[in-house]
């Protein structure tokens, strides 16, 4: 239910600066978690797993705008359920030397479609995540962090007024922000939690060994980037 009213809160941002289109991609965990009843009726919904490119679904060219709603930081950082993809998989993810959490990759492969990521919600933490990588973003900060697992939350009703705001400022800046775009081609190193997780990534043949629990690969584009990697978390997500 809270998830729903963000988005609504997002929509109705998007709706007062004239959107004409808005597609919201489910994101999290099984991705079946907005509930379709209680969404905006101006917005299509993407619900549903596995999906080709998870978080990022039904992105395109034809795109003005991205918005990351609900968003946390990169395993290993601080910041409110820090994790990257998968938290008993996933320790580290570097594309050429540089380690990339969820907001990195989702707006790489956002980049390569040429549309800017004009606005993210999350803790005070993501808000510098998002903006180390694209200065010019709107972030509405909506938690404030103590721990992994405790946070200062604003109100509901302030965090929703907070992120209409910034949507409706990110949308009205869009040409002022920059894609994200990681220049290829690519080296993605990924380091596992523990070494049985790399064993099952190196059944792949693109993969090689890197050390005891990281593994490396090579690719031509993000999307292909993106692809592999979430294969290999599907692949070893059972070897826990």
Known sequence: MYMTQEINAC????????????????????????????????????????????????????????????????MGTNGILNHTFHGRVIQTIR???????????????????????????????LSREAAALIPSIETAVVKHTINRTAAQNVSIQRSHETIKLKTIE????????????????????????????????????????????SITFDAETIPDVYRYIRSLIMMVGSVV
């Open 11 to 74: 929509i109705e941002g998007a709706l007062e600066v004239g959107a004409s289109e808005i597609v919201v991609n489910d994101s999290h965990g099984t991705m079946r978690n907005v509930l379709l009843e209680q969404l905006n009726p101006n917005a299509d919904l993407i619900s549903g797993s596995p999906k080709k490119y998870a978080m990022v679904e039904g992105l395109n060219e034809k795109f003005d705008a991205a918005i990351f709603v609900g968003y946390h930081t990169r």
């Open 95 to 125: 594309v050429n030397g540089n380690e990339y959490g969820e907001f990195g990759l989702n707006a790489a492969l956002a980049g390569y479609y040429g549309v800017p990521v004009v606005m993210a919600s999350g803790c005070d933490l």
């Open 170 to 213: 990110g949308i009205k800046n869009t040409n002022k922000i920059n894609p994200f775009i990681i220049d290829g081609p690519f080296e993605v190193e990924i380091s596992f939690i523990h070494s049985g997780q790399a064993d099952a990534a190196e059944i792949l043949p693109v993969v090689k060994r890197n050390n005891f629990t």
